[in-house]
């Protein structure tokens, strides 16, 4: 997600509070930085999927509620994280080309707008990932709500299963869930994960035992693999920058010979 779309946003929801409380729509349009009211009755409606008429008038509780987590390294980059009240239902890297389709498809599965803001699972959530980061923590308590099809959870509660600092491959995963001959299943699964880390895709690999693709960018799967492994963050932060268009050839070759290694056993337990 865009800084800007970021900011739209929290613009749109601070605009939605605003008629929720009995301002009129122009002002609030106005108010809002809006040059128009079709202008404005546009981008709340592609953001909100309605109008701000019917969305003022849709129920207080029923909203999503989203925001950012700050990771500490810089270079890592932020986290989005969205919560209902049942739990937790997004976390995922600010750069995510898909984040903002997720931000839509969870407003449609749930039936409400999302509003920037603060939720009592998301200050868990970050307590938790505080944490996580610091090498304090290897499991997760906060309450997690990940709607999906029955195939989805099975695959999603595996990963549950893999012990911190383990890994597991896309046939072994497809194993365990007695499905051995759909890894190709399994791997979409995984890829439809919202819950990045407290539901850890980062943690299979290909079956050669290269580290493979994730959606966050490979050299994020990479350093948390590292630190799982309990390297230190210190040696991490030296590790952490983006790769680059010139060592991007390095890295591939790298990757192929790379194997990560198991040590710690922690199972991450989360409550979907």
Known sequence: MTFQAYSRARRLGTALRALRHGRKLDEVALDHGFESHNGFRDAFSRWFGAPPGRASRARRADCITFAAIESP???LGPLIAASVDEGVCLLEFNDRRMLEAQLARL???FDCPALHGDHLHLTQLRRELSDYFAGK???FDVP?????SDFEHR???EL?????????????LGRAIGAPKAARAVGRANGMNRLALVIPCHRVIRDDGTVGGYGGGRW??????RL???????RQSALISPPTTSTATARKSRDRAATPAASARSTIRTTT
């Open 73 to 75: 390294l810089g270079p």
């Open 107 to 109: 407003r449609r599965l």
């Open 137 to 139: 923590r290897k499991s």
């Open 144 to 148: 997690l709500h990940a709607p999906g």
């Open 155 to 157: 695959v999603w509660r």
């Open 160 to 172: 549950q299963r893999i012990p911190c600092g383990e890994t597991r491959s896309y046939v072994e």
């Open 220 to 225: 994020r799967k990479e350093w948390l693999l």
């Open 228 to 234: 799982e492994r309990q390297e230190s963050v210190a």
